[in-house]
């Protein structure tokens, strides 16, 4: 039996809740997989109709009537190939995270997920139901099996799928993007291929939702473990990958050469642009704004909104005050007039001090302090918002993962904003991540996007005279590492001291972590870059007695 089979995968961007235009994007796709590339198999990623996650619209009484409208339309399309679609099934009394594979116009086959993900930011065990049956259908003569997403990373329906003599395993997916997840899909696509000794189709979701990045990276595998990543990552693509089939029925890809993966630096700054262009785009903002202060995270932030949406879209606004140096003035509007933005100066003198008028009585007697401080903060959150409502521009917060840690932010001040981009990177990463923006400004013949002044100056709030970040809190250095033991990797106290911290330092910066859940629990969401993120990613109590010890 010698020929081919040409499978088109489908990496695509879907709106969670649209079932309607997911569908007819699904059936559009599926007749250009056709007519231009020939398609034996179209794959979609999982819960494709929904897209991914729906959370609880799966609780909608409305859901199963829109999901058996969408999948008749589907087979109605009569597209001459077969299609895989993911989607969810109300079956029997039990909802169930579903695959069809719909063929000449009708279902031939349809699988239920059997590991359902309940870790991290998953939440499968609170809609579906775990289902136990393999699924293998026919097509073009080759025995294909079916599995959706964390089923690949267990061995067990992998071992249904060989011992029922499968030609080909495909694996739809909704796989959200963490730093390190696409080393860890390639080692687990090579393990799981060599282990059934047949190739593996591994289809994933692009696009942001809400934190959530995917970053699709769609890959293939021959049946000898080599893969390969033939998708593009954090964009949409009709990947084609052509098996050659001998006369044992044997499917060998035809693979593409090894190639470099990108940095960590860049995936993460991508999945950044992604995850702000989304948001903006599905929920129909007209444009954003920040704050742009003179620091590197703002800085940063106006990078990645310009680089999301285009400079024509993008407003900064830099907003002094008596501490606030010229140097901070100089360098915001360097950065502005550089990416060519909408940039306006307004003061909040004046608005500072009818606050202190107002409540001059009420602080009569007390010393000037930190309620002084967030007054600033929250003047400069009051403008920002103020343009927003007239203008209907989304407010980018710009604080990050390690301030927010800690709770070195200010609620109404500058934690207001609806998204935040630098939400889950650490301080030291963002200098990071605005070394690799301005290696590509530079690699692309253009000046640096971020005035290397920002990246040299010492982080300062500009609250108080003479104000730097590491008088309140350990060196950056340090306290990112004491974070991410903490908070990524649940390391108690006496564990992170054990690795050569100062103990009273490392209680302090826990301290921290556990007082301010109640500010992270107000935030702004914001791109999930690592493991463990605040939101989804991790869920604390904020009124608790836990004590951390040393």
Same mark, same amino acid.
């Given at each position: ?5 040409i ?8 709106l969670?809740?649209?079932i309607?235009g ?9 007749q250009?997989a056709?007519?231009?590339y020939?398609?034996?198999l179209?794959?979609?990623?999982e ?6 996650p729906?959370?609880?619209l799966?609780?909608?009484?409305a859901l199963q009537?829109?999901?058996d409208a ?7 399309a009569?597209?001459?190939a ?7 099934q109300?079956?029997?009394?039990k ?6 594979v719909i ?6 086959a ?5 590991h ?15 289902g136990?049956?393999p699924c293998?259908?026919?097509i ?6 079916f599995t ?16 029922a003599g ?7 997916n ?6 390190y997840?696409?080393?860890q899909?390639?080692d ?5 291929s060599?282990q ?5 189709v591994y289809?994933?979701l692009? @696009?942001?939702?809400d934190?959530?990045v995917?970053?699709?990276y769609s890959?293939?595998s021959?049946?000898?473990?080599n893969?390969?990543v033939? #998708?593009p ?7 084609t990958v052509?098996f050659e089939i001998d006369?044992g029925?044997?499917l060998?890809p ?6 470099t ?5 860049q995936?993460?700054?991508q999945?950044m642009?992604? #995850?702000l262009r ?7 903002f007209?444009?954003v704004?920040l704050?742009?202060s ?7 932030t106006?990078?990645v909104?310009?680089d999301a949406?285009?400079a024509?879209?993008v407003s ?5 005050f008596?501490?606030?140096s010229d140097?901070s003035?100089h360098?915001?509007k360097q ?8 940039f306006s ?5 004046e ?5 202190m008028s107002?409540?001059?009585d009420e602080f009569?007697?007390?010393p000037? @302090?930190?309620?002084?401080q967030?007054i600033q ?12 409502n ?5 407010v980018l ?5 390690s301030?927010?840690?800690?709770g070195?932010?200010?609620l109404?001040g500058?934690?207001a904003?609806?998204? @935040?981009?630098l939400k889950d990177a650490?301080k030291m990463f963002v200098y990071?991540?605005?070394?690799y923006?301005?290696m590509?400004a530079?690699?692309d ?5 971020i005035?290397q ?15 730097r970040?590491d ?8 306290l ?7 908070v990524?990797?649940d390391?108690?106290a006496?564990?992170i001291?054990a690795l050569g911290?100062?103990?009273d330092?490392v209680?302090r910066?826990i301290?921290l972590?556990?007082?301010n859940?109640?500010k ?11 493991e463990?993120g ?6 604390y109590p904020i ?5 951390a010890?040393?």
């Amino acid at each position: 039996m010698d020929g081919q089979l040409i499978v088109v995968m489908a990496q695509i961007n879907l709106l969670v809740g649209d079932i309607k235009g997911n569908t007819e994007r699904i059936i559009r796709i599926s007749q250009e997989a056709v007519a231009s590339y020939d398609a034996d198999l179209v794959v979609f990623p999982e819960l494709a109709l929904t897209s991914y996650p729906p959370e609880d619209l799966l609780l909608r009484p409305a859901l199963q009537e829109r999901i058996d409208a969408a999948l008749s339309a589907i087979q109605q399309a009569c597209i001459p190939a077969a299609l895989i679609i993911g989607h969810p099934q109300h079956d029997q009394g039990k909802l169930y995270n579903a695959l069809s594979v719909i063929v000449d116009g009708a279902c031939v086959a349809r699988y239920y997920k059997q590991h359902l993900p309940n870790y991290q930011v998953f939440d499968e065990l609170r809609y579906f139901s775990p289902g136990h049956q393999p699924c293998l259908t026919t097509i073009k003569g080759l025995k294909i099996g079916f599995t959706i997403c964390e089923d690949l990373w267990n061995s067990s329906p992998i071992q249904q799928i060989s011992q029922a003599g499968a030609d080909l395993l495909v694996n739809i997916n909704a796989s959200p993007f963490s730093q390190y997840k696409l080393e860890q899909r390639i080692d687990l696509l090579r393990e799981r291929s060599i282990q059934a000794a047949v190739p593996i189709v591994y289809v994933n979701l692009v @696009g942001g939702q809400d934190e959530l990045v995917f970053d699709g990276y769609s890959l293939v595998s021959d049946a000898s473990g080599n893969v390969s990543v033939p #998708g593009p990552g954090f964009a949409e693509a009709l990947i084609t990958v052509s098996f050659e089939i001998d006369q044992g029925k044997r499917l060998t890809p035809r693979l593409s050469a090894h190639h470099t993966l990108p940095s960590v630096e860049q995936r993460s700054y991508q999945a950044m642009v992604l #995850g702000l262009r989304d948001y903006v785009s599905k929920n129909h903002f007209k444009s954003v704004l920040l704050g742009l202060s003179g620091g590197i995270d703002s800085a940063l932030t106006l990078a990645v909104a310009v680089d999301a949406i285009g400079a024509d879209r993008v407003s900064a606004v830099m907003m002094p005050f008596t501490y606030t140096s010229d140097l901070s003035i100089h360098l915001a509007k360097q950065q502005a007039e550089r990416l060519s933005v909408n940039f306006s100066i307004i003061s909040i003198k004046e608005s500072f001090n009818a606050f202190m008028s107002a409540l001059s009585d009420e602080f009569a007697g007390l010393p000037s @302090g930190l309620a002084e401080q967030n007054i600033q903060a929250r003047c400069r959150g009051v403008m920002l918002m103020a343009i927003s409502n007239k203008k209907g521009a989304l407010v980018l917060t710009t604080g990050n993962k390690s301030e927010v840690a800690v709770g070195y932010c200010t609620l109404y001040g500058d934690m207001a904003g609806g998204f @935040g981009v630098l939400k889950d990177a650490s301080k030291m990463f963002v200098y990071a991540l605005a070394r690799y923006r301005n290696m590509c400004a530079l690699n692309d013949g253009e000046e640096l996007i971020i005035p290397q002044q920002v990246i040299d100056r010492p982080p300062t709030a500009e609250l108080a005279p003479g104000q730097r970040d590491d008088d309140n809190l350990p060196p950056y250095e340090r306290l990112d590492k004491i974070l991410a033991y903490y908070v990524e990797q649940d390391l108690s106290a006496a564990d992170i001291t054990a690795l050569g911290f100062d103990a009273d330092e490392v209680l302090r910066v826990i301290r921290l972590v556990d007082l301010n859940e109640y500010k992270r629990r107000q935030s702004a969401p914001g791109v999930r870059l690592t493991e463990r993120g605040f939101g989804r990613d991790r869920r604390y109590p904020i009124t608790q007695g836990w004590k951390a010890v040393n």
